[in-house]
């Protein structure tokens, strides 16, 4: 596609349910990356992909949180068993390689946790 | 944990007038990289000055580098309301680490 889209673009759910959110990047971009804003704040990072494998996963909150790409396109991002202080926007962006490069951010996706 | 810092946190001009941002970094880079955001959603790529790149201009931005000291500064020239938005420097290392950001409001 033109730029990397993500779905869905706003999210309501109940405390304790699983959510997942979907991120597809710029075609023929293999790196993938995974942040976390909350209002007001600046960006969080979660986790990037190189390919379908992430060299870095520390930035992921809990284990609540897991994130995989196939195919070195989609990723998704889940989050189990949410908390209202998962409430959010969730930022996906991918580059064409390494981290170096210049990244490309999808729209986001807005997480409500009530 | 996040390597730049922008300040001002938030910044008021009047329409016309010269916005000025400044980061700091803590390590040593390859690149580093300014970007804006609207409304709280995606971010937008502005500009990339490399570290042996010491000012680099792209439009009504220019941006500086000083390596000695760890620093950068975006600014925007002739500032319109349209510019209003915040304004994140970005530090690649072996993730991507982004500041706290500026806001910047142009009051037209």
Known sequence: ?114 | SQQGEEDPQALSIQEGENATMNCSYKTSINNLQWYRQNSGRGLVHLILIRSNEREKHSGRLRVTLDTSKKSSSLLITASRAADTASYFCATPGNQFYFGTGTSLTVIP
């Open chain 1, 1 to 114: 596609g033109a730029g990397v889209s993500q779905s869905p673009s706003n999210k309501v759910t109940e405390k304790g349910k699983d959510v997942e959110l979907r991120c597809d990047p710029i075609s023929g971009h293999t790196a993938l990356y995974w942040y976390r804003q909350s209002l007001g704040q600046g960006l969080e990072f979660l986790i990037y992909f190189q390919g379908n494998s992430a060299p870095d996963k520390s930035g992921l909150p809990s284990d609540r949180f897991s994130a995989e790409r196939t195919g070195g396109s989609v990723s998704t991002l889940t989050i189990q068993r949410t908390q209202q202080e998962d409430s959010a926007v969730y930022l996906c962006a991918s580059s064409l390689e390494a981290v170096q490069e210049t990244q490309y951010f999808g729209p986001g996706t807005r997480l409500l946790v009530l």
